[in-house]
């Protein structure tokens, strides 16, 4: 594990720490985030004091760091790095982000944590439902870019269902970082969410949407 990481962000100045520990504060059950990042590497170093200012605002959060060769964290692999993976429990909670989750995306960060954490955003008690109802084993992947307004709210839905079905797992990826990603999947306009490495659905869905299209993929895997 790596030690003796410094709490220091250039994402984060005095204003936006101080409203994101307003935020943390309401955590009432306890987060720990996991990270695998190379130091030697600018954006690995990059996520890890981002990483590390974030968990600092909350007795809350934990947060722990793990190098490329190490076998810590093997939830969130190590074919895109920088990665960050949510766990509470000490059980991995499917939701993941793949790139330092800044601009925009650090809504969808936070949000992640407090819908973990039981201090995030309701939906409906039928929604909710739905959700845990599904039988399925799905990845997803939303791929972003951290200059797009739209991308959290496809993040924020997918981490959702994540949250409440334990066979969803939802990933951030800053498509910006991984070319060959961009390449593979013939990306030109984010959000692009693609399931069980197979299925992509371009633009923003909503958290039903995204239900009934998961019902979909599952039913022909």
Known sequence: MIQNIAAKSSLIDENLRENLKKILDRLTETITVKAVVDMDSEKGKEMAGFLAVITSLSSRLEFEAYGPEE?????????????AG???????????????PGGQEINSFVLAICNLAGAGKD?????????????????IKICVSLACHHCPKAVAACQQMAVL????????????????????YKIERVPLTILNDRETVPGVKTVEEMVDIVKKVAKNK
Do not use: C, Q
Request: aromatic share 10%; charged share 30%; glycine share 10%.
């Open 86 to 100: 949510l766990y509470k429990g000490g059980r991995y909670s499917g939701i993941a982000f793949h790139g330092v």
């Open 123 to 139: 939906i409906s008690r039928w929604t909710k439902r739905k959700i845990e109802k599904l039988d399925v084993k799905v990845n």
């Open 71 to 83: 076998d810590g964290a093997a939830e969130l692999g190590r074919e895109y790095l920088p990665a």
């Open 165 to 184: 079905n334990e066979g969803i797992e939802a990933e951030m990826i800053d498509a910006n970082l991984f070319p060959s990603l961009v390449e593979k």
